[in-house]
């Protein structure tokens, strides 16, 4: 049965009914794609951190921002290259948790090769794996963060307790000058010795 409408005419009737379905498609992601968006977001927002977090450490040692600016400025160096500054400017400050602090560098040093893998087709397809890394690269930022503060107040500390025995020692020395001005009572009242007889 042949229809009543040509082709064309066809066409033309079909077309807005197009044009209004292609505008209304979007791209439908399974839950476990949008899962690994979010894991792979995570793992660069980590390692984000994680390098801002020793870049802050570094500039805090050298507290000379101006002459460190080219070393921080839009992750010029690698986290490794950061790392190995780290450690120098630690034991030129004499940083007193210095062992602790190479230690923490030494686990860092991985770092990289870990959000590396999120380009792995094999690993970055592995939620559970990303997740690891994202706990792993949290894990070093918070401990560089805590012995970066721990440094920061050992630092007052001991510049309050330097400035503590000074006070004190000028409180002594203005009490030994207040003693020293005044003069003792003596006993002016003469004595009486009865005779004997």
Known sequence: MRSRFPLSELAERAQPFANEI???LVAVRSASERGRAESIRDVVDAYRRLYGSVQ?????????RLNFASVGTSG????????SILAEQALAAGFARL???KATIEDARPAEQLRDAIFSDAFSNDVAALRKV???LERLDAAFIGLCVGHVLEQHA???SGAGPAIAGKRRTARNTTTASTPRKVNAEPRVTRANG
């Open 134 to 136: 994202v706990a792993e």
């Open 22 to 24: 292609s505008s209304t």
């Open 99 to 101: 062992r602790e602090l």
């Open 158 to 160: 001991r510049a309050d």
């Open 56 to 64: 802050r450490f570094v500039l805090m040692l050298t507290d000379d």
């Open 76 to 83: 010029s160096h690698s986290l490794n290259q950061l790392l």
